[in-house]
């Protein structure tokens, strides 16, 4: 049997698929391509846009029809608002938590299921009787729930800090033999009003930092080339253990010395972390280790104090530019990278205005604009989206030609410069193979050689346009055969 996933969303998603694969695969199903072939059908949703919840209806709709046809099983999980998993609830056959990952194939088997796997050992599902706290749970409105159904969707195996770790010891099937990505916590606590995580992945909670780092030491080991650290709020990693755990500053700089001590080259990265925890001490300590990538993405979310705190972001412009001022004077060579969203609740033409400044003034690298969409349960949603979409759009394309004006700038500064880069495959054009450089501007050289990808090369820059460059293959630097995860 088959199966077929659609990861939707931010990085976090595409690093839990990877545990949802490990899972899936232990119990004898095979990936495939093509969703019209699998007999279990998956999506990790993202209830933080509405264009991906969209795009999670659009796909059910599709698969339910197969149903008419065929047996089939339907499986939604990620960051999921409760009002769009009580939407879900009519629409999918299991819908869990991704903590609740490790439970995943009795789910199926209490949905009455033979997998491949309970074929190979001869089990047979197992039916449970519901118990008053299920019956109370599950609305008695939905058509299709039957006894392995609801058993299979809110049966949650103890503490949520306790399930999220049994998750975390999922090893994960990597999805590239040469980048990977590491979660280093779940959840947030700051509570942004226009932010549905803390209500999707619940409060932070950060994973021990021995299993991240024998993570980051089998993966270098293996001849993984880039690194990055995930968390909703990484810089506030190890404040909820209250001392028993150690600092992000100290995280990073455990990881450098193992960068210097293993002879290996690579990059690490993070995201996102949060202006309100970043400290110089962060920024110090990049700045003395060679495998801590010189690329900081900083959302700022808005360049105006009161927008800030009607987002509740607990800082000021002025805050903020501290931090990149640090940054600057301590990593002049750094990449800054920034989200930013228009047409918030309220936001004014001059507050707009104020956001335009900010961009000008930080010169960004990159910045992901969206335009404010409520998301139910966060706290924006009480209020009124009173920025017409007309409005939201201009406003994007004004900020979008802002940044183009210094990204422009900046990439044609490295014009005629020599830089390492990591190979990422071929490139649309194909003739070409594309690149990042370590501040992840994309860049592509004409070469026929595809056993560079997933290597370091030295690339001569010969043009630059807004967000790319091109140059010349100089240097392909030796490396060892990369192990497939």
């Known amino acids: 049997m088959k199966y077929h996933l659609v990861t939707l969303g931010c990085q976090m998603n595409k690093a839990d698929s990877e545990r949802v694969r490990t899972v899936v695969e232990s119990m004898g199903y095979r990936w495939t391509d093509n969703e019209e072939e699998a007999g279990l059908l998956g999506i990790l949703a993202c209830s933080v846009r509405q264009k991906s919840i969209d795009k999670v209806y659009s796909r059910i709709h599709k698969w339910n029809k197969w149903k008419n046809r065929r047996n089939l099983i339907t499986f939604v999980s990620g960051c999921v608002l409760p009002a769009d998993k009580e939407k879900f609830l009519r629409m999918f056959d299991l819908i869990f938590e991704m903590k609740e990952l490790p439970r995943f194939p009795e789910m199926v088997s209490q949905y009455g299921v033979t997998t491949p796997l309970s074929i190979k050992r001869g089990l047979q599902p197992v039916d449970e009787e519901l118990t008053s706290i299920e019956k109370d749970i599950i609305p008695e409105t939905n058509p299709r729930l039957d006894v392995n159904f609801i058993n299979g969707k809110i049966k949650i195996a103890g503490r949520p800090e306790e399930a999220i770790k049994d998750f975390w010891h999922v090893t994960p099937t990597y999805d590239s033999n040469y980048e990977a990505y590491i979660p280093i916590q779940n959840g947030c606590d700051k509570f942004c009003t226009f932010c549905a995580v803390p209500y999707t992945r619940g409060r932070e909670v950060s994973r021990p930092s021995a299993e991240i780092l024998d993570e980051i030491r089998d993966l270098v080991n293996r001849g993984y080339k880039s690194i990055t650290l995930l968390g909703q709020n990484v810089n506030s990693y190890g404040l909820d253990r209250h001392g028993s755990e150690i600092s992000f500053p100290r995280l990073l700089r455990e990881i450098g010395e193992f960068g210097n001590s293993s002879g290996k080259e690579f990059w690490v990265y993070f ?23 010189k690329q900081i993405h900083l ?12 987002m509740n972001r607990k800082y000021s412009v002025n805050d903020y530019r501290k931090i990149i001022t640090v940054i600057r004077k ?13 047409g918030f609740t309220g936001e004014t033409d001059e507050q707009f205005e104020n956001t335009r400044k900010a961009m000008e003034e930080f010169k960004y690298n990159m910045a992901y604009i969206a335009k404010y969409s409520p998301r139910p349960g966060a706290a924006s949603s009480r209020w ?58 994309v860049l592509r050289f004409a070469s026929d050689n595809d056993s560079l990808t997933g290597n370091f090369a030295e690339v001569l820059i010969e043009s630059a346009t807004d967000f790319a460059l091109q140059g010349k293959l100089v240097m392909n630097y030796a490396e060892e055969t990369v192990t497939h995860g």
């Open 271 to 293: 995201t996102s972390p949060h202006p309100r925890d970043m400290t110089d001490e962060v920024i110090e300590v990049i700045s003395g280790y060679d495998c801590l990538a």
């Open 299 to 310: 959302p700022i979310q808005s360049g105006d104090d009161k927008v800030l705190m009607k």
């Open 384 to 441: 009124d989206d009173d920025i017409p979409n007309e409005v939201k759009t201009r406003r994007l394309h004004i900020l979008t030609n802002e940044l183009t004006r210094h990204t422009i700038v900046y990439n044609q500064s490295l014009v005629g410069k020599k830089l390492k880069v990591l190979v990422t495959g071929r490139d649309r054009k194909n003739e070409y193979l594309s690149a990042l450089t370590e501040g992840r501007i």
């Open 330 to 342: 301590l990593l002049p060579q750094a990449t800054i990278f920034t989200d930013i969203i228009v």
